[in-house]
């Protein structure tokens, strides 16, 4: 199963950041992720069950940096992490969103 697609972020286990809005987007070369007021642009080719990738955006209104990686569990959900660049590392859990489309 690919990464690609939109996938919502149910669980952040170390961090109160799995709120309505947050989701992680991965499309052929690039992405985009939403935390609470944590959010990025991906860069990265993103093909097959894993990614690896860096990211630049903002953090509470600040500029920010970093890398993660990714990967699709057995049971079909999404397993990875969000490192700030010098700071916290961000493991998540997601499901793929209802709306998710995986045709690129």
């Given at each position: 199963?690919?990464?690609?697609?939109?996938?919502?972020?149910?669980?952040?286990?170390?961090?109160?950041?799995?709120?309505?809005?947050?989701?992680?987007?991965?499309?052929?070369?690039?992405?985009?992720?939403?935390?609470?007021?944590?959010?990025?642009?991906?860069?990265?080719?993103?093909?097959?069950?894993?990614?690896?990738?860096?990211?630049?955006g903002s953090d509470e209104m600040e500029p920010a940096t970093g890398h993660g990686w990714a990967e699709v569990r057995a049971d079909g959900s999404l397993e990875g992490e969000i490192s700030l660049e010098g700071g916290d590392h961000i493991s998540f859990i997601a499901r793929r969103s209802a709306t998710s489309s995986t045709a690129c």
């Open positions: 199963m690919s990464v690609r697609g939109k996938w919502r972020v149910v669980q952040t286990p170390d961090y109160d950041m799995a709120g309505p809005n947050s989701y992680i987007l991965f499309a052929k070369d690039d992405g985009e992720f939403a935390l609470d007021c944590l959010t990025g642009s991906i860069h990265g080719r993103c093909e097959g069950d894993a990614v690896e990738f860096t990211w630049d």
